[in-house]
């Protein structure tokens, strides 16, 4: 009891507590400008639990990347970038599916995911390369309407050019816009340098699989970003 009154003047446990509260107005919650992304999501993990259409909790960024050709017209969700260290070939399996509906909910467009790795289609082999393989075997199983391909270099995921002759038979034709990577590294390595280099918009980490809408920042977020998930916390909830 001493242990929870303490918890409860924590404003990210007392946010989560009027987001569990049915009686309350508190639909959804979004931390992490001033918190840490393991800070907003324990107790989101402790009192919200995960939905009960899903086996994992993933973390995604909505890149909006500016006079991009590419995706869906510069817009990409990039997934694990926040939360997931080293996934195994199930968990990215989850990661893939969970994205693409999140896609789909949040976008609007048909999700088309591309299983990211250093090789496209066996041009290497190696046990990182066999994950990806794994994984992509995987979500086909599960959902065998997604369209999702790899493993798939990133120039091969996106660009129809290169596409045609790296990986001429990919139903995917270089057009994914949504971006899987292997583990927490490339992945949060991925959307920095977007957002830094291209000048990318960023949302998130974005969480996926919490029973209620859940949203982190990162700490070098600014206003804008911050009404930006606010906004897409917003749309979740009413989903």
């Known amino acids: 009891m001493e242990q929870a009154k303490e918890l409860v003047l924590n404003p990210v446990y007392y946010g989560i ?9 508190a639909d959804g919650l979004v931390s992490g400008a001033i918190h840490s992304t393991s800070d907003t999501l324990r107790p989101a993990l402790q009192i919200l639990k995960t939905s009960s259409n899903t086996k994992l909790v993933s973390a ?9 050709e590419y995706g869906n017209n510069g817009l990409f969700i990039f997934a694990d970038s926040g939360l997931n260290e ?15 509906k999140s896609y789909k909910q949040l976008i609007g467009n048909d999700p088309k995911v591309a299983m990211l790795s250093y090789s496209t289609y066996g041009s290497a082999k190696s046990e990182l390369t066999q994950k990806i393989i794994d994984a ?5 199983e599960k959902e065998p309407d997604l369209l999702c391909d790899g493993e798939l270099q990133l120039d091969a995921a996106i660009i129809p050019e290169i596409a045609k002759s790296k990986a001429p038979q990919s139903p995917l034709n270089g057009k994914a816009n949504i971006l899987i990577f292997p583990d927490l590294n490339s992945g949060n390595i ?3 340098l977007v957002q830094r280099l291209a000048k990318a918009e960023s949302y998130g980490p974005l969480c996926q699989g919490i029973s209620k809408p ?8 600014d206003s804008k970003d911050i009404a930006g998930v606010i906004a897409i916390t917003a749309v979740q909830a009413q989903i």
């Open 214 to 221: 859940v949203n982190d920042l990162s700490r070098g977020c």
């Open 86 to 100: 080293n996934p195994t070939a199930e968990q990215l399996s989850e990661i893939a599916i969970s994205s693409s």
């Open 136 to 140: 992509t075997n995987l979500v086909k």
């Open 190 to 192: 991925g959307y920095k």
């Open 17 to 25: 507590l009027m987001v569990k509260d049915e009686n309350t107005k």
């Open 60 to 68: 995604f960024f909505i890149m909006v990347v500016p006079n991009c």
